[in-house]
């Protein structure tokens, strides 16, 4: 969606997300890296991530447990546990400026406001102390110099914007009153109080029943379109993915390893590791007896291959495989994978799966 | 609406709060706390001015005589009624008691979360300076710090005070270290909050039951400890009343078998002390969410 509908969102103009700089993405993420332990001897978590999000798009970063995804949106928000772990490299530019350059107070006042998160645990991510009402307003007065009872009618409206039944109702309960569902659409109430130009949601309806994950998604998304703004969507769920996503990253072993729109990613995954991902979707309609599953495990950081991070694992490996990482290099226009093989049509027939 | 939104708050907010009460009051124990805690608290307040005796006038006639109808609980070797004075005694008590306890939470709350919120350097230089405090036993240090202080009601309480203030930084401490991993304060980073603001409203609020547990039960042992100081002088200074100056007179008439100088202020720290002690671990359950 363009950014254009901002002017749609029933706030006062001044809650209104400003239109970024036409074709400037709103976060462009180039080459980070995170790394844990001491200086000499580091041992990185995430390396040479890159990702591009505009406005109104929404990006998923998919992977197993594991593979970097959370890390790397910790990093992006500048939240990660320093120490031990640390931005060991790259730059992160949310609305053209550098934010791991930018003075810790300046970016604690992009938090909450211009750039939000929602994480994956409804359940304990509230304050028991205070009410819902009160949790929403603070973070509105955080960021705005308006009084208490404008904040409190911007709770309100948020909490009608979630779709709370009874808004006025649950504005004076506390988190322990309320559902997980109910906390999550709290949750995604106070990231989108102040109209931020970036929302990451780190698997924001794992910890939800299936029933609820479709009404938090589509809320989520239709939210989104209203607003204009960028999401990022963590998650492991390729069914997620399929359903919202506009482009797609796979993240295997800290590193990106495909990257492209998602039906590129859907329809021709060129990554060994994203065909293995597919091979292990269940379907409905399918006739195949078994999921297909990638043998073996990821690696220990520590232990990391010298080469291709997923050669280890992987049915198509040759010996130039082995001895320097793959760079990303453009498939089709758009459609990223770091693999020497692809597009793997040119060397063999069979899926990945067939071969383990 | 506002007006619908109001009482609408006033319910919540009514649930929680009267649960509490509930379920303190269900445990018999917290009860029977409760009772004596308040009982003593409206002597201390109303009952020097329901007997008819001064606490500190002396009267030659009337040197240790048993308890009769006119002195229910006799009098003291200046002739002093006992009744009164333990009356009077009750407000030194309680006072420091409580202003002690106040102290050591004034000292150990701040402390105890700038370790646990900050932790590094922070942490380590409490910390250690709690251990070395915490290996000298409670009422030893508040003896030595109220002699170095000097012999007075104010300095008993400042020394218990100081004394006391190593357990509440270390139960700080430890909430917070344990409240700061939670979802929901790296959830006030997210958006954006400063530290101070965090620490006000997302780790105070959440460590603050087990602190109210603590000091109802360290009220308790800062009486005994207030009642020790007095009655090796060093608390508060005759003629003024207090329980263990009154001990420490009385303790020389027992083998006389002038037993009421000593057994009324005895009973009435032990009973006080039940009585914290009782509410201390009544609050605890009561505030204990996995208890129903």
């Given at each position: 969606m363009p950014a254009t509908k901002n002017t749609d969102m029933p706030f006062s103009s001044s809650l209104a997300p400003r239109p970024s700089e036409a074709?400037?993405?709103v976060l462009r993420v180039e080459g980070l890296g995170v790394a844990i332990g001491p200086a000499e001897r580091p041992v990185t978590l995430v390396e040479d991530v890159s990702l591009e999000i505009a406005a109104g798009r929404t990006l998923c970063v998919v992977g197993e447990s594991g593979c970097g995804k959370s890390l790397t949106s910790l990093a992006i928000m500048g939240l990660l546990a320093t120490p031990p772990l640390r931005v060991a490299s790259g730059r992160v530019l949310f609305e053209g400026r550098d934010l791991l350059t930018m003075e810790p107070r300046e970016r604690a006042d992009l938090r909450g406001d211009r750039m939000t998160m929602i994480f994956?645990?409804?359940?304990?991510?509230?304050?028991?102390?205070?009410t819902i009402g009160d949790q929403i307003a603070e973070v509105v007065r955080r960021h705005r110099d308006i009084s208490a009872e404008a904040a409190r009618a911007t709770a309100l409206e948020m909490l009608r914007r979630v779709r709370i039944p009874s808004p006025e109702k649950r504005?004076?309960?506390?988190?322990?009153?309320?559902s997980g569902g109910m906390r999550q659409r709290v949750m995604i109430a106070m990231a989108l109080a102040n109209g931020p130009r970036l929302l990451i949601a780190?698997?924001?309806?794992?910890?939800?029943d299936v029933t609820i994950q479709a009404q938090i998604l589509s809320l989520v998304r239709n939210l989104q379109r209203e607003t204009g703004t960028a999401l990022l969507l963590i998650t492991h769920d390729l069914g997620v993915v399929a359903e919202v996503a506009d482009e797609v990253a796979v993240m295997y072993a800290g590193r990106i390893v495909e990257r492209g729109p998602v039906e590129a990613i859907f329809d021709?995954?060129?990554?060994p590791y994203t065909i293995g991902l597919m091979g292990s979707l269940p379907s409905l309609?399918?006739?195949?007896e078994r999921l297909v599953t990638i043998p073996g495990s990821v690696p220990p950081p520590e232990r990391?291959?010298?080469?291709?991070?997923f050669s280890p694992r992987?049915?198509?490996?040759?010996?130039?495989?082995?001895t320097a990482p793959p760079p990303l290099a453009e498939?089709?226009?758009g459609h990223w994978a770091?693999?020497?093989?692809?597009?793997l049509e040119a060397f063999v027939g069979a899926p990945a799966g067939e071969a383990a | 609406m506002s007006i619908a939104l109001e009482s609408a708050a006033q319910q919540e907010a009514a649930v929680p709060r009267s649960r509490f009460w509930g379920k303190l009051l269900r445990n018999r124990s917290a009860a029977i706390g409760l009772t004596l805690v308040g009982l003593f608290l409206l002597l201390a307040i109303v009952g020097p001015s329901l007997v008819?005796?001064?606490?500190?006038a002396t009267s030659w006639t009337t040197v240790?005589?048993?308890?009769?109808?006119?002195h229910w609980f006799g009098t003291d070797e200046l002739g002093r009624d006992v009744l009164a004075r333990v009356l009077s005694g009750a407000r030194a008590s309680l006072t420091a008691g409580v202003i002690s306890v106040s102290i050591a939470v004034a000292i150990g709350g701040p402390l105890g979360v700038a370790a646990g919120y900050f932790g590094g350097w922070t942490d380590t230089i409490i910390s250690r300076c709690t251990e070395a405090l915490l290996a000298c036993p409670f009422l030893i240090l508040a003896i030595a710090l109220g002699s170095v202080l000097g012999a007075s009601l104010t300095n008993a309480m400042i020394a218990i005070g100081i004394a006391a203030a190593p357990i509440f930084i270390r139960l700080t401490r430890g909430q917070t270290l344990s409240v700061k991993t939670e979802d929901f304060v790296e959830g006030a980073r997210a958006i954006g909050l400063p530290h101070r603001w965090i620490i006000a409203r997302y780790i105070i609020p959440n460590i603050f039951a087990p602190i109210l547990v603590q000091a109802t039960l360290i009220v308790a042992q800062a009486i005994i400890a207030e009642a020790s100081l007095s009655f090796l002088g060093l608390g508060q200074q005759p003629p003024a009343p207090s329980w263990g100056a009154m001990l420490s007179t009385g303790k020389n008439f027992v083998q006389q078998g002038q037993w009421w100088m000593s057994v009324f202020p005895g009973v009435a720290i032990f009973f006080t002390v039940l009585g914290f002690n009782l509410l201390g671990d009544g609050l605890r359950d009561a505030l204990d969410p996995r208890e129903s």
């Open positions: 074709g400037e993405p994956q645990e409804p359940m304990t991510s509230l304050n028991p102390a205070f504005l004076d309960e506390y988190p322990h009153q309320m780190d698997e924001p309806t794992t910890a939800l021709d995954p060129q990554h309609a399918g006739d195949q990391m291959p010298r080469g291709c991070r992987c049915p198509f490996a040759i010996a130039g495989c082995h498939i089709t226009p770091a693999c020497i093989r692809a597009p | 008819p005796w001064d606490p500190i240790r005589k048993p308890p009769s109808a006119a």
